[in-house]
C-alpha cells in the first residue's frame, strides 16, 4: 500500500496567517506522530496520536499550534498567526502502535513564513 | 528534559574507510531507534535496539545499544558512495521518540 503522504508539500506563508497541514498516515497505523525539523537538525517532537486521542502534546512550541486526528486517521496540524520561527519541514511518521515500533515518515511540508 | 546527544556533526572519509556515530543520552532509554535521511528526503528506519548490551548487525552496518542503555553507535564498515546521508539516532522514553542532532556522512569515491 501506500506510505505516509503530506500537503501541501511547500508552503509560503505571510507573518500572522493562519496554516493548516495533513499528514494521511498508512492505513491501519495507530499511532501518528507529529515532528519539527529545522535544517541540520534531528526531528523535534510536537505531539503525538493513539487513534483519535492526543496522548503527549508537549512538544507544541506554545498555543498557536494545535493537532487534531478526529477518526484516528487522517491528522491536521493547525499553526495561527505564523511567526518566522515556524518556518521549518513538518514531518508526520505513522506507527503501528507506540513508540517501540518502526516509525514510516512523510515526505514532510516545507513551511516558509515571510 | 531528556536529551540525546550525538557526535560526531560531521564525517568526510574516503570510499572504503569505515565510519561510526555515537550517541548519548541524559537518561536511560527504553528502546533506541536509527534512521537515515537522504538529502533532500525524509528519515527512514534502520533498526531498533532493546536490550541491554545488545549488538545487531545489516550487512556492513553494525549497532550497538550500552550496558546501561545510555549509549548505542552506529559502525559503518568499507563505506560506499551509496552510504551518504545523515544518520539519527532516536531514543524512547515516556512514549515518544527524541532525536539526535544528525550526523552528516560524506563519501569520497
Known amino acids: 500500500g501506500a506510505g505516509v503522504s503530506q500537503s501541501p508539500r511547500y508552503k509560503v506563508a505571510k507573518r500572522g496567517q493562519d496554516v493548516a497541514l495533513r499528514c494521511d498516515p498508512i492505513s491501519g497505523h495507530v499511532s501518528l506522530f507529529w515532528y519539527q525539523q529545522a535544517l541540520g537538525q534531528g526531528p523535534e517532537f510536537l505531539t503525538y496520536?493513539?487513534?483519535?486521542?492526543?496522548?503527549?502534546k508537549s512538544g507544541l512550541p506554545s498555543d498557536r499550534f494545535f493537532a487534531e486526528r478526529p477518526e484516528g486517521s487522517v491528522s491536521t496540524l493547525k499553526i495561527q498567526r505564523t511567526q518566522q520561527e515556524d518556518s521549518a519541514v513538518y514531518l508526520c511518521?505513522?506507527?503501528?502502535?507506540?513508540?517501540?515500533?518502526?516509525?514510516?515518515f512523510g515526505p514532510g511540508t516545507r513551511l516558509t513564513v515571510l | 528534559g531528556q536529551q540525546v546527544m550525538q557526535i560526531p556533526q560531521y564525517q568526510h572519509v574516503q570510499e572504503g574507510e569505515d565510519f561510526t556515530t555515537y550517541c548519548n543520552s541524559s537518561?536511560?532509554?527504553?528502546?533506541i531507534q536509527w534512521y537515515k535521511q537522504r538529502p533532500g528526503g525524509h528519515p527512514v528506519f534502520l533498526i531498533q535496539l532493546v536490550k541491554s548490551g545488545e549488538v545487531k548487525k545489516q550487512k556492513r552496518l553494525t549497532f550497538q545499544f550500552g550496558e546501561a542503555k545510555k549509549n548505542s553507535s552506529l559502525h559503518i564498515t568499507a563505506t560506499q558512495t551509496t552510504d551518504v546521508g545523515t544518520y539519527f539516532c532516536a531514543g524512547g522514553n515516556t512514549g515518544k521518540l527524541i532525536f539526535g542532532q544528525g550526523t552528516t556522512l560524506q563519501v569520497k569515491p
Open positions: 511518521a505513522s506507527s503501528l502502535d507506540g513508540f517501540l515500533n518502526e516509525q514510516f
Open positions: 537518561t536511560t532509554l527504553s528502546n
Open positions: 496520536f493513539q487513534n483519535e486521542a492526543q496522548l503527549d
